[in-house]
């Protein structure tokens, strides 16, 4: 009785997978259900098409704006919109604008480009402007 119970088990547990690799086995079913081949969207170049205006960062005007941008197969920015607002409008404008002119290497799902969509946090302080969250 107790070899079947773990047989049941198995077949379950292989069915689950199964259906969650969408009904293929290989590295676009299940292995790439698990993580493999897969790459997340990457910044073609570090310059950054943001422009913080002198007179916010001369008043001290700060903030991180959060957008929610989708990333095409091609890696073009064709969609933003504002998750997040700064607090200044002023400066999710500056970011909201600016987005559309980033360029990614798109996303992987194995070997072809899948377009996505990502959250970009924007930060403004001081006199730079930089993407990514701060690590506290």
């Known amino acids: 009785m107790k070899r079947f119970v773990l047989l049941a088990m198995v077949i379950a547990i292989a069915a689950v997978a199964y259906a969650a690799a969408g009904g ?7 292995l790439g259900w698990l993580g493999s081949g897969q790459r997340l969207p990457a910044l ?4 950054l098409p943001f422009r913080y205006p ?9 903030g991180e704006v959060v957008l929610r941008i989708h990333i095409t197969a091609a890696g073009a920015v064709d969609s933003v ?16 604008r600016g987005a559309t002119g980033l360029e990614y290497h798109p996303a992987l799902k194995g070997e072809e480009a899948v377009s996505t969509w990502a959250l970009l946090p924007v930060r403004f302080k001081g006199r730079s402007v930089t993407t990514g969250r701060e690590s506290e």
């Open 24 to 30: 293929r086995l290989g590295p676009d079913g299940f």
């Open 44 to 47: 073609r170049t570090q310059e």
């Open 54 to 62: 002198a007179h916010l960062w001369r008043y001290g005007v700060e």
């Open 81 to 96: 919109e504002l998750e997040e607002s700064s607090g200044s409008e002023e400066l999710d404008e500056i970011a909201l």
